[in-house]
């Protein structure tokens, strides 16, 4: 029995994934942009935590220069 033969009964993860998600392209292009949103968050998260532990200690100090003093 050839590999194709015995792996046609069966379905891997990628295999239902694509099935799940691919099927229909209203069901992919959600799938594409929830991915891209929550992508973008995740890294924002990630840069921020970063920035935050190697900046311990350090005061932020805002010098305000806006026109005739309004701040």
Avoid: P
Avoid at 34 to 50: I, M, P, Q, S, T
């Amino acid at each position: 029995m050839d590999y194709a033969a015995r792996r046609r009964g069966q379905g891997g993860l990628f295999e239902g994934l694509y099935r799940v998600i691919m099927r229909r392209n209203s069901v992919y292009v959600t799938f594409v942009i929830a991915g891209a949103f929550l992508g973008e968050r995740a890294v924002d998260y990630g840069v921020h935590k970063l920035w935050e532990y190697n900046n311990v200690g350090f005061q932020t100090i805002v010098v305000c220069k806006c026109h005739a003093n309004l701040c």
